[in-house]
């Protein structure tokens, strides 16, 4: 038996050039941080669920304009490089950093990550109950996100959906509470 088409796949139908040639506009200006594929990807699995979410009588176009390039801007912010540098750096091209992977082999022939030195013996290494006991001292939001996005690698957006929080107010809680330990440590 056929399925009709729904109201939203229409749109979908209708729309889908627009969330390529979104797609592929953010991943110009992006060349280092996201492929194109997966920039397309993005843009297309927010246009499905925006589609569900338009008005009838509202133009489309801004509104799933602005959902899709929302949705790449978040993709990257989640998977993009860890290292941030200035927009100075990027711009005179000084940059040291490139996304890629440790895993890739050097000029030398051995992975990158095997040619980064180990710590040395004298820097500070916290352990484990240590660090326990001063999160303890955090107030309890502060140190669950801790916990969370750095012991346990949750991403940001995911910890602030759980707590109920917007990513922005778990970013700053998380900084603030950094900002204690590195005081307590020093």
Known sequence: MARTSSPSDAVIHQF??????????????????????DAKQVARL??????RCLKPGLPPVPFLKVRIEGALRHHLRDHG???????????KGTCPFSHSSLDLLSPCGTPWLDSIPAPEPEEAVVDQSALEKLLDHLPAAEAAIIRLHLLEGRSLRAIGQDLGMSTMSVQRREKAGLAWLRQELA
């Open 46 to 51: 927010e246009l499905v669920r925006a589609a």
């Open 81 to 91: 490089r860890l290292v941030r540098v200035s927009r100075r750096e990027h711009e």
């Open 16 to 37: 889908l050039s627009l969330a390529d040639v979104l797609a592929c506009r953010f991943q110009r200006r992006f060349p280092d941080l996201i492929d194109r594929d």
